[in-house]
């Protein structure tokens, strides 16, 4: 048995025999990877039908870094620092999920006050993310006033981050043992300001967008996946729970702080674009929820318990560990040596596995419609590159 | 069910299957001949009910000359997870594609292909993924050179 792989020209000439039922030609355009509503540099090749969409083959790699590979010649420590380049948007997730599974893997304590702080932060990064997916959202339906309250809003997060972390994006604030610095003095106080400045704000996001006709219209009914397509393409986060499935690890395996607090985990009900849209709007209310629970009774204690300079050694074996991020889950695989650096480490990014539904929700709606469904699904284009 | 139990109702199922030792969850380790249909009977048993694929990839034991393929599977329906361990040779490693079990696999195993060059039988469109067409060699193999990579200082 010999197996020959192909190339991407040999796809698309197979596809391209594929015969349509009228007198109409097929033809393949090319989406990105330069198009801006591919969010960073995706390239889609879509075959059409006049303007329907027959086919999408996704074509990524364009910012590929090899990280898995640079992660097995850093310390853990170090690679900690690396995935924040994954998912710029949930930069403290990917920094948690990792100090998560080194923490178990090499037993090291941590405090309530240290989860109680990365639960805080992990649920910001949650509002930030979603507020700059809205207002992106709506520039790519044409509603260019959302870009700019969505963005103008979420300078608030990203000044509370600096104000502790000393950076806007790439935060490097969690790793193995703790955080890197202890919150600033006017955290909590920032947190509060935010929160009762952005709770009447979410209001007028509905009042704006939400309730619009032409945003119902162009949202409602396109894009449809089902629960069991959904799970069978290994989609997680909104776009698995915007399909009605109430698959949440903050609820089903509660890490950090999330265990002790209330919230509710939205779901949709036929998995379209709106369904997506939805449970993400919703999931700003409930991460608001969350902190508000947690703000005022941070413990006290250590912000470290290990020493920042000391070596990490993680035992013989395999170690898989997994966090809820913005987008789905994000999981961390560890095989390691007994060494200070992991012998082969592999991320389970969500936006890798969220991106293949738009392949199968795409196929029979319109070019517009595409850039609705890329846009609900929600994805960050460094994170499946790697 | 426990892991204890998990890993029994497993090893019921399919006799080859061994537990997998070393690792932080239940998992097993099964002869790579069997991949595809043991996969499908993960799936579909209802206790089991494994109808997601979380990730698949490799490990490159190359003291060992193997690759060691890992699959880990939940359960959206249980909530509880399972590592699947499949051992295949360096030289000429071959193993059935998942493909037509979980959807997602398709593109899991194009990057485990495209990275660490293990070939999928049965694949619907198995072609590189991250690099280009024309790419040689298989970065995530321990043995892999190229013009541009440097030394590490002693």
Redesign the interface.
Same mark, same amino acid.
Request: charged residues 25%.
């Given at each position: 048995?010999t /197996?020959?792989? /192909?190339?991407?020209?040999?796809?698309i000439s197979a596809g391209h025999a594929a015969e349509s039922p009228l007198s109409t030609e097929e033809y393949f355009v090319n989406m990105g990877p330069q198009h801006p509503s591919t969010h960073g540099v995706l390239r889609l090749v879509v075959r059409l039908d006049g303007e329907t969409v027959r086919e999408v083959i996704p074509v $990524?790699?364009y910012v590929?870094r &090899?990280i898995?590979?640079m992660g097995e010649?850093l310390t853990y420590r170090q690679f900690g620092h690396l995935t924040d380049r994954m998912d710029y948007l949930s930069a403290i997730t990917n920094n948690w999920v990792v100090a998560m599974a080194v923490e178990?893997?090499a037993g090291i304590e941590t405090n309530d006050r240290i989860q109680t702080i990365r639960t805080i932060c992990a649920e910001l990064q949650r509002i930030q993310s979603h507020q700059l997916w809205w207002g992106v959202f709506g520039m790519d339906l044409g509603a260019f006033t959302a870009f700019l309250y969505g963005f103008r809003d979420r300078e608030m997060v990203t000044d509370i981050f600096e104000e502790t972390t000393g950076a806007r994006l790439t935060m490097n604030y969690i790793q193995p043992g703790g955080l890197m610095y202890d919150i600033h003095p006017d955290f909590v106080k920032g947190v509060k300001k935010f929160l009762a400045y952005f709770k009447p704000k979410l209001v007028e996001y509905d009042t704006l967008f939400s309730g619009n006709v032409i945003v119902q219209a162009r949202l409602r009914g396109i894009g449809c996946l089902s629960p069991?397509?959904a799970?069978?393409? &290994?989609a997680t986060g909104p776009v698995?729970r915007g399909s009605g499935?109430a $698959?949440d690890l903050r609820k *089903?395996?509660p890490y950090g702080a999330y265990g002790k607090v209330q919230f509710d985990v939205p779901v949709g009900i036929t998995g379209d674009c709106w369904d997506r849209y939805w449970v993400r709007m919703e999931e700003m209310r409930q991460s608001i929820r969350i902190i508000e629970q947690l703000i005022d009774g941070i413990p006290e204690g250590k912000h470290m318990t290990i020493k920042p300079t000391s070596k990490i050694k993680v035992p013989? &074996?395999?170690?898989?560990?997994?966090a809820e991020t913005a987008r789905g /889950?994000l &999981?961390v695989?560890i095989?390691s040596d007994g060494g200070e650096k992991p012998?082969?480490i592999?991320m389970?990014s969500p936006n890798? *596995?969220n991106l293949?539904c738009v392949t199968?929700a795409a196929p029979g709606h319109r070019i517009a419609d595409l850039v609705a469904i890329l846009s609900s699904v929600d994805i960050v284009v460094p994170d499946i590159?790697? | 069910m426990t892991g204890a139990e998990l890993i029994s109702a497993v090893t019921r199922l399919e006799a080859a299957a061994q537990p997998r030792e070393k690792v932080n969850m239940p998992a097993v380790v099964i002869p790579s001949a069997i991949v595809p249909d043991f996969m499908r009977t993960m799936r579909d048993d209802p206790q089991l009910a494994f109808d997601m694929l979380c990730t698949h990839t490799a490990v490159d034991r190359i003291g060992e000359g193997r690759f060691e393929l890992l699959y880990v599977l939940y359960s959206t329906k249980h909530r509880h997870s399972l590592t699947v361990s499949a051992m295949i040779p360096r030289e000429n490693p071959e193993v059935g594609s998942v493909s037509g079990v979980w959807a997602v696999a398709e593109w899991q195993e194009r990057e485990v292909y495209d990275l660490l060059g293990v070939l999928y039988a049965n694949h619907p469109d198995l072609r590189r993924l991250l690099l280009e067409d024309d790419w040689k060699g298989f970065p995530l193999r321990k043995d892999y050179k190229d013009d541009f990579m440097l030394e590490l200082p002693k």
């Open positions: 048995m /197996i020959t792989p /192909i190339t991407l020209a040999d796809r $990524c790699g590929h &090899g898995e590979k010649y178990k893997a069991e397509a799970v069978s393409l &290994g698995l499935l $698959c *089903n395996q013989e &074996g395999i170690y898989y560990e997994q /889950i &999981g695989l095989a012998y082969r592999h389970r890798f *596995n293949w199968k590159d790697r | -």
